[in-house]
């Protein structure tokens, strides 16, 4: 549950970017500043509150939907950085699946304020899925794409992976292992394995910067450990809002086979493959917005 948790406009002092148009905004959660960027609908728009939760990875952070929230015209759309990437506070706690679950949830519930269509990618829809499980009042639809925690990402890390987190976090070890990490060679490297149609010069630009932050190593650190894993594999079936399942046909990181197991779970779930990686809204943005554009407005009718 929340702790002193506080909701404020403040300005922008982010060495990054905002890709997404709309205003950043900071909110206070347990000590730290959470990073969100709003649009507001149009007047006389019937659209609810849409949030976005970006995927998890050593350079993650909202930018990834660069190519979906500036074409949701009209819709009151959020999109957040998780606590530890982007233009959020990136302080030394332990990082779990669970933190981000509770973030989640009281961002819904402190800065949202009504049932949400939830839009989250890889272990994002994997959270979204969660939520929706757990809290049904909050969410009135989510769309996953490519989620984790079915076919992969489900068992948190032992003993070894905690060895591996440790070397991460360590003050200079740790600095030199990630500097490698998300140095522009590996970036590259990580991005054309997502990227089905060849390497985006202004996405590798992006992640970049997020991952060459003061302390960017805490929050990955915690995923190379396998502590972001989250087991929905009995959630999946009992969520009852609308469920769209989107995943890219040629994906590699999550590859498109590992869909029948998701879809083997939630029979009841629309789903949606397109020409792309693993990021079909950003490789296939056109197709990937009609088709989300089109299961937000089924969710208000039936809300």
């Known amino acids: 549950m929340p702790q002193h948790t506080e909701v404020h ?7 990054l970017p905002n890709p997404l148009g709309g205003v950043r905004q900071f909110w ?19 659209s609810g509150p849409m949030v976005f939760v ?6 993650a952070w909202s930018a990834e939907w660069r190519n979906t929230i500036p074409a949701m015209h009209g819709q009151h759309c959020f999109a957040l950085d998780l ?3 982007g233009a959020s506070d990136r302080p030394a706690v332990r ?28 272990l994002g829809g994997t959270y979204a899925i969660a939520l929706a499980a757990d809290y049904p009042h909050l969410v009135r639809g989510v769309v996953a794409i490519g989620p984790g925690g079915v076919s992969r990402l489900i068992h948190q890390g032992g003993a070894a992976f905690g060895i591996i987190e440790t070397l991460f976090r360590a003050p200079a070890l740790g600095r030199v292992f990630f500097d490698a990490l998300v140095s522009r060679p590996s970036i590259r490297f990580f991005l054309k394995g997502i990227y089905a149609h060849g390497l985006d010069e202004t996405a590798e630009a992006l992640y970049w910067l997020s991952a060459n932050q003061p302390n960017a190593r805490y929050a ?15 959630r999946i079936a009992h969520v009852a809002c609308p469920l769209l399942i989107a995943w890219g046909a040629e994906a ?33 943005a056109e197709q990937f917005v009609a088709v989300l554009k089109a299961f937000a407005a089924r969710t208000i009718a039936a809300a």
């Open 83 to 85: 606590l530890g990437f």
């Open 95 to 122: 990082y779990t699946a669970q933190l981000y679950l509770e973030l989640l949830h009281d961002f819904l519930v402190e800065v949202v304020g009504a049932p949400a269509l939830l839009v989250g990618s890889s």
């Open 54 to 59: 970006h995927s998890i990875h050593a350079a």
């Open 252 to 284: 590699s990181q999550t590859p498109y086979k590992e869909s029948a197991q998701i879809r083997a779970r939630a029979p009841h779930a629309e789903f949606a493959a397109f020409p792309s990686g693993d990021l079909p809204h950003e490789e296939a």
């Open 28 to 46: 206070t959660w347990r000590g730290s500043r959470i990073a969100y960027v709003e649009r507001a609908a149009e007047p006389g728009a019937a």
């Open 220 to 234: 990955p650190a915690a995923f190379v450990g396998m502590q972001l894993n989250w087991d929905i594999r009995e």
């Open 9 to 15: 406009r403040a300005s922008d002092t982010s060495r």
